[in-house]
């Protein structure tokens, strides 16, 4: 049975949330959500992909990665890893980047909590991202950030039913 993510947008609170069950055990998804080779395989939205160059996935650590396109666009990201529980939780923050992982200056912070819980059929995902104004909340929605979030859910899905796990 396949899942659809449920998105909630809550501007006063300047926080989305997402949420989306899938048929896999916790330890499968959160592998995918850890392993650099597993993350590349799923993180874009399609015709996208991304490359990680770098992950130290630790509290203090960082995961540095380009989005890049067929047509030769090239996006970097950098996220800091605050807190890990885990198959429990990520708390992280992060935002466009350089290819050398500097953040520019007035970068407008993304934080992310995202939980994993066991269900009757696999895991629930829910991702929080919260925003310092809702001006930031607003920039991101119009670059398309619920679309991406929502089709890279659906290649997470793909992923965990095939056998590359």
């Not at 939205?45 to 030769?72: N, Q, S, V």
């Not at 500097?102 to 066991?118: D, G, I, K, Q, S």
Request: hydrophobic content about 40%.
């Amino acid at each position: 049975m396949k899942h659809e993510a449920k998105v909630i947008q809550d501007l006063p609170g300047k926080t989305i949330i997402v949420t989306r069950e899938f048929n896999a055990p916790p330890e499968k998804v959160w592998r995918a959500f850890t392993e650099p080779a597993l993350l590349d395989k799923w993180w874009a939205p399609k015709p996208w992909k991304i490359e990680t160059k770098a992950l130290d996935f630790r509290p203090g650590g960082i995961w540095h990665f380009c989005m890049f396109g067929e047509d030769g666009l090239r996006f970097w990201w950098r996220v800091d890893y605050e807190a890990i529980e885990p198959l429990r939780s990520i708390i992280a923050t992060g935002g466009a980047c350089d290819e050398n992982a500097v953040l520019p200056p007035n970068t407008p912070p993304m934080r992310r909590l995202t939980e994993f819980a066991a269900t009757p059929t696999g895991t629930l995902v829910t991702i929080t991202i919260t925003f310092e104004k809702e001006s930031d909340l607003r920039f991101m929605v119009e670059r398309g950030m619920l679309a991406g979030t929502t089709a890279v859910f659906d290649n997470l899905d793909e992923l965990l039913g095939s056998n590359a796990l």
